[in-house]
């Protein structure tokens, strides 16, 4: 998660979204980031998604 977040985060600084190959959609990151403060502030340390 925090890795990805990083990659996020280098990416709303200015690196091109396409070179971190992330979703270019606002929802992606609004999902990351709305997940990433859930999983922080309520001490998550994993997340698991099933079929």
């Known amino acids: ?18 070179q971190e190959g992330l979703p270019e959609s606002t929802e992606f990151a609004a999902a990351l980031l709305i997940l990433r403060e859930f999983m922080h502030h309520l001490g998550f340390s994993a997340v698991h998604v099933g079929d």
Do not use: H, I, K, Y
């Open 1 to 18: 998660m925090e890795q990805t977040f990083e990659r996020l985060a280098a990416v709303a600084e200015g690196r091109p979204v396409g």
